[in-house]
């Protein structure tokens, strides 16, 4: 074996150190896949309906100066699909938080099987 066959085969050793999962190989078809057996991110969506709902808002505070140009061009339409999703967001947000709330007060059920 050269030595680049030898630090290949330590950095792939570091790589499994480091917490990578160990893979399985599963057949479909005619195809093989290789599938590692994680956890699912423990994510809550609030962060990401807030800063969605944050761009939304921007979009339709950038699009008030130019007002009558949409106007004359027949694109008013765009002003109002920015306050619709500023406006869905604001529903979203509140889903999200209640949704993450009640999640806290049970703990464990939500990785039951």
Do not use: K, S
């Not at 057949?27 to 609030?46: K, L, Q, S």
């Amino acid at each position: 074996m050269g030595h680049r066959e030898i630090a290949r085969l330590e950095r792939a050793a570091r790589r499994h150190e480091f917490g990578r999962p160990e893979l399985t190989e599963l057949e479909i078809g005619n195809t093989t896949h290789r599938v590692a057996e994680v956890e699912p991110m423990d994510v809550d969506g609030v962060r990401t309906m807030t800063v969605g709902t944050i761009v939304w808002g921007v979009l339709a505070i950038a699009l008030l100066p130019f007002l009558g140009r949409l106007d004359e061009d027949g694109r008013t339409w765009w002003l109002w699909t920015a306050v619709a999703g500023f406006g869905l967001g604001l529903i979203g947000i509140e889903y999200c938080r209640r949704r993450r709330n009640a999640l806290r007060m049970q703990p464990g059920r939500r990785r039951a099987d």
